[in-house]
Each structure stands twice: as structure tokens, then as C-alpha cells.
């Protein structure tokens, strides 16, 4: 119990100390430079960032008219350095892309792979499954990253700035040093109280200098991280994926205590893939998103059958009621289905096949009850639905979420990873190595049914992440969310698409209303923020078993497009900002 009060502090933990002082992002051009592209766009660039040096650098790409994608890189790079407890090299992420001039979405999959010498019972030992901490901290969490694999596709596919040109930012913070962030700092005492980052070499003295944790507003360089950028940028990804960086994360990875299998020929094997991109109409919209191993699918599920559970003339309880309802549903579906898609047959079709969603929505399970997977084959008449064992995947509340539009309507919705905080805090060439083998389901049993989920040489984890973009009836941009926070990802992107679309709110206000996470037999409720015990109390009186929480780890970034102007929020339960502006031609 009291590992488990740790980690539940530790994970739902929020920076509400006072930021330090950082750069805030300035690129407003003289009214004169302003200048319609030649896409028709002119609406300018936005960046909704989870750093302010790293939204500084994205709007330095996009004012030097950089694609959405350059600056999602650049933006990348630094949070890898100022916000290491979220992502960066050692780990990986998805990136969704919209193309303005061909309408079209697409999706790059950068998430980590297990070793060719995983096995399905890694973590089990002596019959018995580790323990989240004792699996979190160990070399069998560490994965093949993913990270620099996905810069290099983006960028061959959309970039218009120099490859080199998106690490200056980063290299020079890295080298000349940064104001330590406060959630950085805050996180640190209670990271070496259950954790061996202050432990492991590299970490501990990089983070623990002289034994003392690194301390808000204080300077910090990183002189190995500005090394190692500067050897991708020179050389490309074959720097990072061969040679001294990729022995050093081999080395990290199967040190001890309980050291894992990867190896230099399973980091030269990796690639980042393009997958199709999965677009669902809801009302005079299309949300689009990241197929399997992500869970952008749920954005699609959770909408349709909200609809489906909404009353007529519904109360704003009414409402919230049936997100509640398609959420439970939804995530139900998602823990028995979705896997890595090269190595299980995921039924996407039918899961989002309106008939089916509307059958799931018309049938929710009773508030005290725990709603169990649906049969899609079953309902629809076509096959047999697969036999998987019941989930058991626990997926920690990291990551980093960012949106970005570009001055020719170009649009990313990114979300990056480490998965725990800190990942596995494990050192190599300036960075931590990800945890991300933890994402696949730790149990196992050979007498039982495979998880859908389950461990295998090669594959990718499942991943909560959803980053989305939504899409009006003409194909045009509306909006692009996402967020970080482990398992509760789905619900907070979800939050801020029916906030915005059909609850009346603003966008700030969507991002700034109470988490609600619905999953399995409970329902989270955030109550220390505005009507959040109001929220908390109706649904504990309609049956739900309510769990209230002090604080959430949400990082939504979203941007809103109307007819005039683009519209951004950034979560004021982390550190992020909103940076808008013109480029100049």
C-alpha cells in the first residue's frame, strides 16, 4: 500500500509552486510584414507548447516560415532538455500532420520497440509479476527509441528548414544553460525517495549535484546533450542509431540491478513508420487521429456515443453523465482490442462502425457496475471477435504534449514520451532512457489467453496517447488537441473536444474545466478546481463510484481555428504557453 501511495502522489503530482523566470516568446512582426501566403492562409502561427524555451523555439521556425513540422521538431528538442521528466531522446512518440493544401492527414509512428529478446514472462519472476517500481527502474523497461527516427521521417516528408537549423535552439540552451523549471525541480525529492535517479550515473550527478536536488531558478547546462545534437544534426540519425550513443544506451539498458536484453543491433534495427491516419465523422465534423498502437481511435468512439447517450433537451449533468458513460465504454473497448498493429489484428473497422457505436451507446453499463468489452463482430454479423485475456497494462502519467499550426494553415498535433516520469532513470549521452516496456500488459500466464497487449520481441507497446486534429465539413483545420497523462489521456483530450464543440465553453475554459476520467468501475474527479466537487458530488449521487483527486496531470495544448483568428490554451496545471505571430516573407 504505501508503494502505491507513492507512485498515486508522485503521478497525479502538479508544479503549483511559482515558474521561475523564462523566455517569453516574441514574434509579433511590424503590421507591414504581415503578407497572405500563398496558400490562402491568414490566420498566421501558433504554438501551444508545454515549455516557454521550447515555444520560443517553435515560433522562431515558424517566423522564419518553417512547416509545422520543423518547429515541432525544434520544440521537441528543447523539452527533451528542459522538461527530461516528460520526453526526449531515450524515448519516443506519435506525430499527426495536416497538409493545408491537399486536405490531407497523415500519421508517423516513432513509438519505442521491445528487444528481440523480450519475452512475454519477462517480468514475472518466481511466478509472481514485479511490482510497477521494481519493473519501472529496471533495464527490462528500456525500449529502442524511437525519438530521433521520427524527427528524421517528419522531416524527409514535410520539413522546409535545414535539418541542422531545428537543434540550434536546443544546442545552445544545452550548452550555455537554462533556468531550472520548477516542475522539474519539484518532482526531484520525491523522484529519490522510490527511484534511482539519484542514484544511476549520469543522473544522479546531473540532477543531484553534490547530493542536493537541483533547485528551481537555479542554471543548469548539459554539455553531453548539446554533444549528442550535435552529432544528429552533422551526421543524422545513423550518429544516434550506431556508434558511441547507440552503445552507450545498450550499455545503460543492461546494466544492473535487473538489467535488460537490448542491444546495439536492436537500436540499429528500429524505424519510425507512417501508418494510416484514422478519421471518424461526428456532427459536421471529422476527428482524426492516430490509429493503433495509439489510442486516437477512442476520440472517435467517446464522440459518436456521447450522442448516442445524450438525452433530448440534456442538462449540463446530463451531459457530463454521458461523457462519463462513452468514456467507460470506450476505454473498455480500447484495454481488450488494441495492440501493436503489426502483431495483432486490431478490429478498427468495427469498433468505429457507427452501427456499433451507436449499439454500445444504447446500451451503457449501470453506474455501479463495470462496464465490460463490447463484440463487434457479434453486433455487426461479420466473423468472430478475437479472445484476448483481460488487460492488465498500468501506463503512468508522463509524457508532453504539443499543437502547432504554421503561417500556411499546415498543422502537428504531437505527443512525446518517456512514459514515467523520468522514464526508467537510466543515463546515456545526456539523456534518460524511456520506461516503455512497462506499457505492455505485465502479467502472464502461459495456461491463459494472450493479451492483445501483450509482450513481444519487436513490438510496440499500446499507448494512451491520442494526439488529434479535427477537421470542419469542407476539410479544413478546426482545432488540435492532445495531452500527457498516461491512461487518463483519451479523457482529458476528449474533455476539450465536447468542451469546445458542445458545452459552450472557450477554449481556455475547455482546458481549465475538471478532469473527469471514467475507466472500468471508477470515476476520477478533479475537485480542486472550479465546480469540480459540484461535478464529483451529482455523479457520486447518480450511482458512480467516485474517486476525488487534489490534482490531475494533464498538459492539454489545443488550437482553435474560426473564421478570423487562431485561438490557443495551454494547461495552468503545468508550465506551458501560447505563441502566435506572422512570418515574415
Not at 476 to 490: A, D, Q, R, Y
Amino acid at each position: 500500500m504505501k508503494q502505491f501511495v507513492l507512485i498515486l502522489s508522485l503521478f497525479t503530482f502538479v508544479a503549483c509552486s511559482e515558474a521561475p523566470q523564462q523566455p517569453s516568446p516574441q514574434s509579433d512582426p511590424a503590421p507591414e510584414a504581415l503578407t497572405e501566403q500563398a496558400s490562402g492562409w491568414t490566420k498566421g502561427y501558433m504554438a501551444a507548447v508545454a515549455n516557454p524555451y521550447a515555444t520560443e523555439a517553435a515560433a522562431e521556425m515558424l517566423a522564419m516560415g518553417g512547416h509545422a513540422v520543423d518547429a515541432a521538431i525544434a520544440a521537441h528538442a528543447v523539452l527533451g532538455l528542459v522538461e527530461p521528466e516528460s520526453s526526449g531522446l531515450g524515448g519516443g512518440g506519435f506525430m499527426v500532420v495536416y497538409e493545408q493544401d491537399t486536405k490531407s492527414v497523415r500519421f508517423l509512428d516513432g513509438r519505442e520497440t521491445a528487444p528481440a529478446a523480450a519475452t512475454a514472462d519477462m517480468f514475472v519472476r518466481d511466478g509472481a509479476t514485479m511490482g510497477f517500481l521494481d519493473a519501472w527502474q529496471s533495464g527490462k523497461a528500456v525500449g529502442v527509441p524511437g525519438t530521433i527516427a521520427l524527427y528524421k521521417l517528419a522531416h524527409d516528408n514535410y520539413g522546409k528548414l535545414p535539418w541542422e537549423t531545428l537543434f540550434e535552439p536546443a544546442i545552445h540552451l544545452a550548452a550555455n544553460g537554462f533556468v531550472v523549471p520548477a516542475k522539474l525541480a519539484n518532482y526531484l525529492p520525491q523522484m529519490a525517495q522510490i527511484s534511482r535517479l539519484d542514484e544511476n550515473p549520469g543522473s544522479a550527478e546531473y540532477f543531484y549535484p553534490n547530493g542536493q536536488p537541483l533547485r528551481a531558478g537555479s542554471i543548469i547546462r548539459n554539455p553531453e546533450y548539446a554533444q549528442t545534437l550535435q552529432r544528429v544534426a552533422a551526421e543524422g540519425p545513423s550518429a544516434f542509431y550506431s556508434g558511441e550513443i547507440a552503445e552507450a544506451i545498450a550499455a545503460a539498458a543492461q546494466a544492473g540491478p535487473d538489467g535488460g536484453s537490448l542491444t546495439v543491433e536492436d537500436i540499429a534495427g528500429y524505424q519510425a513508420l507512417e501508418r494510416p491516419a484514422i478519421c471518424g465523422p461526428w456532427r459536421e465534423l471529422q476527428i482524426c487521429s492516430a490509429t493503433p498502437p495509439s489510442s486516437g481511435a477512442m476520440q472517435i468512439m467517446i464522440a459518436n456515443m456521447y450522442d448516442h447517450l445524450l438525452p433530448e433537451d440534456a442538462s449540463a449533468e446530463q451531459r457530463i453523465q454521458a461523457f462519463v458513460d462513452a468514456q467507460r465504454l470506450a476505454y473498455a473497448d480500447r484495454d481488450y482490442y488494441f495492440g501493436d498493429p503489426d502483431r495483432v489484428e486490431v478490429p478498427l473497422d468495427q469498433l468505429l462502425d457507427p452501427r456499433y457505436l451507436e449499439y454500445r451507446g444504447n446500451n451503457p453499463a449501470e453506474p455501479s457496475g463495470t462496464p465490460l468489452p463490447g463484440d463487434p463482430a457479434a453486433v455487426l454479423a461479420q466473423g468472430t471477435a478475437a479472445i484476448w485475456a483481460a488487460d492488465s497494462t498500468y501506463e503512468a502519467a508522463g509524457t508532453t504534449h504539443l499543437s502547432i499550426v504554421d503561417n500556411e494553415g499546415n498543422a502537428v498535433s504531437a505527443t512525446m514520451t518517456v512514459e514515467a516520469p523520468f522514464g526508467s532513470a537510466r543515463w546515456a549521452a545526456g539523456f534518460l532512457l524511456n520506461n516503455e516496456m512497462t506499457d505492455f500488459a505485465r502479467d502472464y500466464d502461459a495456461s491463459q489467453p494472450e493479451a492483445a497487449n501483450m509482450v513481444r520481441p519487436g513490438a510496440r507497446p499500446r499507448s494512451s496517447m491520442s494526439p488529434s486534429i479535427l477537421l470542419d465539413d469542407d476539410g479544413e483545420l478546426f482545432m488540435v488537441t492532445g495531452s500527457p497523462g498516461g491512461n487518463s489521456i483519451p479523457a482529458y483530450t476528449a474533455k476539450t473536444v465536447l468542451g469546445i464543440v458542445d458545452w459552450g465553453l472557450s477554449v481556455q475554459e475547455a482546458v481549465n474545466f475538471p478532469n473527469i476520467i471514467a475507466r472500468g468501475d471508477t470515476v476520477r474527479v478533479e475537485i480542486s478546481v472550479d465546480s469540480g466537487q459540484q461535478q464529483a458530488d451529482h455523479l457520486r449521487a447518480t450511482g458512480y463510484n467516485v474517486e476525488e483527486t487534489d490534482g490531475e496531470n494533464s498538459g492539454l495544448h489545443v488550437i482553435l481555428v474560426t473564421d478570423e483568428e487562431l485561438i490557443g490554451a495551454a494547461d495552468p496545471r503545468r508550465e506551458g504557453t501560447v505563441a502566435s505571430g506572422m512570418a515574415v516573407n
